[in-house]
């Protein structure tokens, strides 16, 4: 299979157990003999954030590891540790939504288009922070965590007017007189619901280029922590950088 490394298990004295995104299985855990030894051949090979082909062995309990090419290092990466950041969160956000074994094509070609935006040196710091909140968003949606963002959550009619009331309860837009005093709902500017149209039209990175106020990305950035936390219970922190979770 081909796929990205995204996180290690350490089991035992030298096993690892590894979590893969992969084109051809969807998510996959793999383990990996003896790989933690000062002379197992394949120890650089299966290094986190890799892109590698993988080739194993069917077994009872994980398939077991018994070769692997890498196919890029992802060497800028490495090297910052904001980009650092960056892949460790998406690996812990992929692991969260998505389900192993189910391979999707789409799912693949975002994971792939995130891990090489990471690695390309034309993304400044914020460009790469606002890609990630945009990736993020789209993984909800391929996930099938799509929040209800065309009709009111409770009483189920249209909103036309105004900012936009996001209830965090009922997991989608709510009218304000709806919301009964609720304090777990976020308001937001009705254009983060173009940014999210246009999300599920095309690919993060072309929004990415679109010009867009500071006030819709920084609602679209709340939006985002606010939906993480209502469907896994855990946030991003609180910074203009996204952190690992």
Same mark, same amino acid.
């Given at each position: 299979?081909?796929?990205?490394?995204?996180?290690?298990?350490?089991?035992?004295?030298?096993?690892?157990?590894?979590?893969?995104?992969?084109?051809?299985?969807?998510?996959?855990?793999?383990?990996?003999?003896?790989?933690?030894?000062?002379?197992?051949?394949?120890?650089?090979?299966?290094?986190?954030?890799?892109?590698?082909?993988?080739?194993?062995?069917?077994?009872?309990?994980?398939?077991?590891?018994?070769?692997?090419?890498?196919?890029?290092?992802? $060497?800028? !990466?490495?090297?910052? /540790?904001?980009?650092?950041? #960056?892949?460790? %969160? *998406?690996?812990?956000?992929? +692991?969260?939504?998505?389900?192993?074994?189910?391979?999707?094509?789409?799912?693949?070609?975002?994971?792939?288009?995130?891990?090489?935006?990471?690695?390309?040196?034309?993304?400044?710091?914020?460009?790469?922070?606002?890609?990630?909140?945009?990736?993020?968003?789209?993984?909800?949606?391929?996930?099938?965590?799509?929040?209800?963002?065309?009709?009111?959550?409770?009483?189920?009619?249209?909103?036309?007017? $105004?900012? !936009?009331?996001?209830? /965090?309860?009922?997991?989608? #837009?709510?009218? %304000? *007189?709806?919301?009964?005093? +609720?304090?777990?709902?976020?308001?937001?500017?009705?254009?983060?619901?173009?940014?999210?149209?246009?999300?599920?039209?095309?690919?993060?990175?072309?929004?990415?280029?679109?010009?867009?106020?500071?006030?819709?990305?920084?609602?679209?950035?709340?939006?985002?922590?606010?939906?993480?936390?209502?469907?896994?219970?855990?946030?991003?922190?609180?910074?203009?950088?996204?952190?690992?979770?």
């Amino acid at each position: 299979v081909h796929g990205i490394i995204l996180r290690k298990i350490f089991k035992k004295e030298a096993d690892t157990i590894l979590e893969v995104y992969t084109k051809e299985a969807g998510l996959v855990y793999f383990q990996a003999k003896g790989v933690r030894k000062a002379e197992a051949k394949l120890k650089f090979r299966l290094d986190t954030f890799n892109l590698a082909t993988i080739y194993y062995a069917p077994s009872r309990y994980l398939p077991i590891i018994v070769d692997a090419k890498v196919e890029d290092r992802y $060497g800028l !990466l490495r090297q910052d /540790l904001e980009r650092l950041r #960056l892949a460790n %969160t *998406a690996g812990h956000i992929i +692991s969260n939504i998505f389900e192993s074994g189910f391979p999707d094509a789409r799912i693949w070609q975002e994971v792939l288009r995130y891990f090489n935006a990471l690695n390309d040196g034309s993304f400044s710091s914020e460009e790469l922070s606002q890609l990630a909140y945009l990736t993020c968003y789209r993984f909800l949606s391929l996930g099938g965590f799509d929040p209800e963002l065309v009709r009111c959550t409770v009483c189920l009619k249209p909103i036309f007017l $105004g900012r !936009l009331n996001i209830s /965090l309860i009922n997991g989608g #837009l709510v009218h %304000t *007189a709806c919301t009964a005093g +609720s304090d777990l709902s976020l308001d937001v500017a009705r254009d983060v619901l173009y940014l999210v149209h246009d999300m599920k039209k095309g690919e993060p990175v072309l929004v990415l280029n679109q010009r867009l106020k500071e006030d819709v990305w920084l609602d679209f950035k709340k939006l985002t922590q606010f939906f993480f936390q209502y469907y896994f219970g855990f946030r991003f922190r609180s910074s203009e950088r996204v952190s690992s979770i």
